[in-house]
C-alpha cells in the first residue's frame, strides 16, 4: 500500500468475499459520533442479513483532493503520495477499534473484513464498491444543520459525492440529534444507559467524577453543577435497578452487574 487505488485486506480472505454479498463501510479516523452511529446500523444490518453478508470496513487515507481528476485519468498520472508512519498506524487502529465495536455486538469475525486505501476518501470508497461488487454501501453523515451545510458549499461533502457516484444503493446515517439541555440530570441518565446500551456483555463501572467529565453536554465546562448532577443521575439509575452500587476505597462506584 502506498499508491492511491492500493488495498491490504485483512480478517477475511478476498477469494472468499467474491462468493458472498457485500456491504461496505466508511470509517473516518477519529471514529466520529456518524461514523460509530453508522457501525450500529451496519450491525444492526448484519444481524437481520443471512449468514454469507459480509461487512468490508474501509478506511481512506486521504490525499488532497486534484480537481482536475476524472474517472478516465490513468492511475500513472496521479501525484504519488506515500502516507507518513503515524497514518498507517492511525488507519490500523480506527479499523481494529471498528472491528471491536462490531464485535461486542455480537457480529462474528469471520464476517468482518478490513481494507485501507489512499486516496480521496469518497472516490476511493466508490472505487471499492465497484470492484467488489458492493450491494450497498452505508456511510456517515453529520445532517443538515446550518454549519453543516456551510461547510458543504465551502468544501464539499464526501457522503454528497459517493452518492453522485456509487453504483450501488447509498444508505446516508444521521446520528440522532443531541437534545437541548434542560435538566443535566436526564441529560447525564441518558448518556450512561446509551454507553451501558453500546457495551452488551461488559461489565461497567461508573464513577461520579468520570461520568461528569466523559458525558459532559458538549462546550460545557465541568464544574460543581455537573458534578453533583451525574450524582443524582448515578443515584437514580441505581434505584431503578439499571445499576448497582459499591463503595470501593471510600468511593461509591455503580456497576451494571
Not at 68 to 86: E, K, N, V, Y
Not at 148 to 153: A, C, L, N, S, Y
Request: net charge positive.
Amino acid at each position: 500500500m502506498g499508491q492511491p487505488g492500493d488495498t491490504r485486506v485483512r480478517g477475511g480472505e478476498a477469494v472468499e468475499m467474491d462468493r458472498n454479498k457485500r456491504i461496505l463501510l466508511g470509517v473516518d479516523a477519529s471514529l466520529s459520533p456518524p461514523a460509530q452511529h453508522a457501525l450500529r446500523i451496519a450491525s444492526e444490518l448484519l444481524e437481520q442479513s443471512s449468514p454469507d453478508v459480509r461487512l468490508v470496513l474501509l478506511h481512506v487515507i486521504a490525499v488532497p483532493y486534484n480537481p482536475l481528476f476524472s474517472w478516465g485519468t490513468s492511475i500513472g498520472d496521479i501525484p504519488r503520495f506515500s502516507p507518513a508512519t503515524q497514518q498507517r498506524l492511525q488507519a490500523e487502529r480506527v479499523l481494529w477499534r471498528a472491528r471491536r465495536a462490531l464485535q461486542q455486538r455480537g457480529i462474528a469475525s469471520e464476517r468482518i473484513v478490513w481494507l485501507q486505501r489512499v486516496g480521496t476518501p469518497a472516490d476511493e470508497i466508490v472505487k471499492a464498491a465497484m470492484e467488489l461488487d458492493v450491494d450497498r454501501i452505508v456511510i456517515g453523515t453529520r445532517g443538515n444543520a446550518l454549519a453543516q451545510k456551510i461547510r458543504r458549499v465551502l468544501v464539499g461533502s464526501i457522503s454528497h459525492r459517493v452518492m453522485r457516484l456509487a453504483p450501488c444503493t447509498v444508505m446516508l446515517v444521521v446520528p440522532p440529534g443531541e437534545p437541548r439541555v434542560r435538566n443535566l440530570v436526564a441529560w447525564y441518565k441518558e448518556a450512561v444507559k446509551r454507553s451501558l446500551r453500546e457495551h452488551p456483555g461488559s461489565l461497567v463501572v461508573f464513577t461520579t467524577c468520570e461520568v461528569a467529565q466523559r458525558f459532559a453536554p458538549p462546550k460545557r465546562t465541568v464544574g460543581s453543577k455537573e458534578m453533583e448532577a451525574a450524582a443524582s443521575a448515578l443515584e437514580q439509575l441505581a434505584s431503578d435497578g439499571h445499576l448497582c452500587c459499591h463503595k470501593v476505597k471510600g468511593e461509591l462506584c455503580y456497576l451494571n452487574d
